[in-house]
């Protein structure tokens, strides 16, 4: 059975700090690419950073992009989001989610198993 578990969110001021893990199991990790999403009340769910598996290749919302950093560790089977210089706008349920392909995608609905997701809020 394949499991996603997401934890490090919580409540932080603007300018400040978090780091998410996506921890794995029941899947050949190497092979899965992981995403992160996040949903705002009232808002669809975005994609905001994914890594593949094989060549390190990632990818980053425009929003995001020189603020947020993901990493993997093949060997603890977790998937890292660090998150930095966080906004009011970053508030969100944070979602990973993987897909069996080596290579990373961009639209959620190429992710066929997800977490439960965790709370990120950033206070003005």
């Known amino acids: 059975e394949v499991q996603l578990v997401e934890s490090g969110g919580g409540l932080v001021q603007a300018g400040g700090s978090l780091r998410l893990s996506c921890a794995a199991s029941?899947?050949?990790?190497?092979?899965?690419?992981i995403g992160w999403f996040r949903q705002a009340p009232g808002k669809e769910r975005e994609g905001v950073s994914c890594?593949?598996?094989?060549?390190?290749?990632?990818y980053y919302a425009d929003s995001v992009k020189g603020r947020f950093t993901i990493s993997r560790d093949n060997a603890k089977n977790t998937v890292y989001l660090e998150m930095d210089n966080l906004e009011p706008s970053d508030t969100a349920v944070y979602y990973c989610a993987a897909t069996p392909s080596p290579r990373w995608a961009r639209r959620d609905i190429d992710y066929g198993d997800w977490g439960q997701g965790t709370q990120v809020t950033v206070s003005s």
């Open positions: 029941g899947f050949t990790f190497d092979d899965y690419a």
């Open positions: 890594g593949s598996s094989s060549d390190g290749s990632t």
